[in-house]
């Protein structure tokens, strides 16, 4: 019953500030309008804020990372068997200013590329470069990269302290990274501001308080209360309702306007991905299959998983109509994946190549990477054509 109080007094209200006409209303805007805050008290701490290598350089560049689960070794003791390979030799970059959009099924790895990131879990292999300094050595230490790197889980509830105030969970991290108590509530009060709360009625009340969108909204004020560069949004607004999650939509691409962030968005629905994403990563299996601009690879796919997962999106049109499974058989186990491309046992296209030899990922036109032979000519493949 509070949550629809709220938003009928949201509904008779000027809509926020921030988010503008049809951006802002609804379920966890403001009420009322709030004027600005002052500006915070700086952090005494150290910050990276800023550019330090132009804007050529890659903000966040991931090489050959590798993460495997569980396992055994061998008798020989010289392999480790049944272990889960969930993320297998990934490797991309995150360029300044522009967001990354990750899908693929459950399973294949993205909320574990995420963690792996943000330093949650440590790697078994490969390296992370932020904006061009290798992340864990004395240039750039965990505590300065963590000021760099946030994130926003799916969870909006269980991400957050049942204990803690709204004002408590934003102010918390500056606190802890230096900042005075008084500095800290007064840039919680800022950001809960600009994420369509307003701080006099949320400020002081707990999670369980609060709606899904408005819980979300505070998780990405939280993010926000360090300063980053770049934001990793792991299904962030899956568990939301439709209006809800357009609202944060458009909320999250504001910000970004207006903090100069970066994103990497994981989802798995490939519409909201259009929508929030310059350049798109499909994963499957813990492997990278394509690697691309967002209209060129959503237009024009070239590896045959993600045609898969383009032909499975529901279309309004009736002479669209889906007359047969995109996808046939079930995933393997990311225990044991199949030898060469771990798409082949799926894949309609799939020859004896496919089973032989791992593809790699190879340039197929500008900025646009695929793993798969169908799209290398000369690649062995029937279909792959020959070199031109």
Request: proline fraction near 9%; aromatic fraction near 6%.
């Amino acid at each position: 019953m509070e949550a629809l109080g709220e938003r009928a007094h949201a509904a008779q209200s000027s809509p926020s500030p921030l988010v503008g006409e049809g951006r802002g209303g609804g379920s966890g805007s403001c009420g009322t309008a709030v004027p600005p805050l002052p500006t915070p008290t700086p952090d005494p701490s150290p910050q990276g804020g800023g550019e330090k290598r132009g804007p050529a350089q890659p903000l966040l560049s991931v090489r050959s990372l590798v993460k495997h689960f569980g396992g055994r070794r061998s008798f020989s003791g010289r392999s480790i068997r049944g272990a889960v390979h969930a993320v297998d030799g990934v490797s991309f970059d995150v360029a300044k200013g522009q967001t990354l959009g990750i899908v693929g099924e459950s399973g294949c790895g993205k909320s574990t590329l995420a963690r792996l990131i943000m330093q949650i879990i440590p790697a078994d292999a490969g390296e992370f470069l932020f904006d061009g300094e290798v992340v864990g050595t004395h240039a750039l230490d965990l505590v300065a990269y963590r000021r760099e790197v946030q994130m926003v889980f799916q969870d909006s509830y269980a991400s957050l302290n049942p204990r803690l105030t709204v004002e408590e969970t934003v102010a918390f991290a500056p606190r802890v990274h230096g900042l005075s108590r008084r500095a800290a509530i007064a840039r919680a009060h800022d950001l809960i501001f600009r994420v369509g709360l307003d701080p006099k009625r949320f400020a002081a009340r707990y999670p369980h308080e609060l709606s899904g969108g408005q819980r979300q909204r505070v998780n990405i004020a939280r993010a926000l209360a360090l300063q980053p560069r770049l934001v990793i949004l792991d299904e962030a607004v899956s568990a939301l309702d439709k209006s809800v999650e357009a609202q944060v939509l458009n909320l999250l691409i504001d910000l970004k306007s207006e903090f100069g962030l970066t994103y990497v968005f994981i989802s798995h629905d490939l519409n909201v991905v259009r929508f929030m994403s310059d350049r798109v990563l499909v994963m499957y299996l813990g492997k990278v299959v394509e690697l691309g601009p967002s209209e060129v690879l959503l237009g024009a796919p070239r590896h045959p998983y993600t045609m898969a997962l383009l032909a499975s999106m529901p279309s309004m049109d009736p002479d669209r109509r889906t007359t047969e499974a995109p996808l046939f058989g079930d995933p393997p186990s990311p225990i044991d994946p199949p030898s060469g491309c771990r798409f082949h046992t799926r894949c309609k296209f799939a020859a004896p190549v496919c089973a032989a030899t791992e593809p790699v990922l190879a340039e197929i036109g500008p900025a646009h990477r695929a793993a798969c032979f169908l799209a290398m000519p000369g690649s062995g493949h029937p279909q792959a054509g020959p070199i031109a």
